[in-house]
Every structure is written in C-alpha cells, then in structure tokens.
C-alpha cells in the first residue's frame, strides 16, 4: 500500500508491502528499517543501518517525532484514505453538504447508516468489497445522512455516489 508522507512543506511517498513487510521510497528503494517500540510512545527505528531513538507522539491522525531533540511534525496518509478524501465533493469553503463516492469499483456489502441519522466523525457508513478486501468507509465530519444512494450486495463503480452527508443544524 501507498503511504502519502509530509514533513514540513516536504512530500514523500513510501511503498509498504504487508506480504513481505518491505518499505520502499519514492524511487522504488528499498529501505532497510527495523522499528521497535521500547513503551510509552519511546521507539528504537534502524534505518538504512543508523540508530535512532524516537519518541512518538499521534494526536488527530498527526504525528509529532522527537529525534534527536528536534521536534518534526509528519503527517502520514494511506492511498485509500487519500482517495476518499479526494473524491469527498465539497460545495465552497463552508460545506453544508458532501457526497461520498465511491473510491474503487467493488460490492457495497454493508451499509450501516439511513437516512436522517446524526454521526459523528469516524462513523463507518458502509462497507466495499473490492479485489477480496474489505473497504471501511467512514464519516469525513460531524452530520447527518441526508440520501443513501446504494444498498448492501449492490455493485458499484468508482466514483459513483454513495451516501450524501449534510451539515449538522
């Protein structure tokens, strides 16, 4: 699986295989990690044959890393999440409204919502499966399901609406 990597102003994307546990860079490298947590948020991670001591500190999907006394804000996102994010339609700045699509063709076999629900963030609205994975899909934000366009066994295709979100009252 992709994973999306921003460290200041710099982005980085890394390839992380769960088969064989490789990580690899942007170029295609390899690189040669071994991460171990020591407890208390306190890793030891060898990289690339050099030692460092980390401390590790998530907060909202943000993580901040202790290396060497510098303090280094990373923010780290998944290929699919970063999709959903993408294929989230927004209308303005202020959203009131927001239609789920869906990321990859696949079979809708849940749906965990109806319409007129109040959610919360992080709320899993439905659940796709494509390519034998199981894909969770989940609230971007606080609100209310205003039309569930799918129903479980449905096939769909990518970008087809899903559900559509409104703004809390």
């Known amino acids: 699986m992709k994973y999306f990597v921003k460290i200041d102003d710099q982005e980085l994307t890394f390839q992380y295989s769960e088969k ?7 170029d295609n490298r390899p690189l040669e990690y ?23 500190h998530q907060n909202d999907g943000q993580y901040e890393i202790i290396l060497d006394n510098q303090l280094i804000p990373v923010s780290i996102e998944d290929e699919q999440s970063l999709l959903v994010k993408q294929l989230t339609k927004h209308h303005g700045e202020e959203a009131t409204e927001q239609i789920i699509k869906a990321p990859i063709p696949g079979l809708v076999t849940q749906v965990l919502v109806n319409e007129g629900d109040t959610i919360n963030k992080d709320t899993t609205l439905l659940t796709l499966e494509a390519m034998k994975m199981e894909n969770v899909i989940k609230a971007p934000c606080n609100c209310v399901v205003d039309k569930v366009f799918v129903k479980g066994g449905e096939t769909v295709q990518q970008n087809q609406p899903l559900i559509e979100l409104k703004e809390k009252d």
């Open 20 to 26: 064989d546990g490789t990580l690899s860079n942007q």
């Open 34 to 56: 071994d991460l171990q947590e020591l407890g208390n948020g306190c890793y030891s991670l060898i990289l690339n044959g050099k030692s460092y001591l980390a401390h590790i």
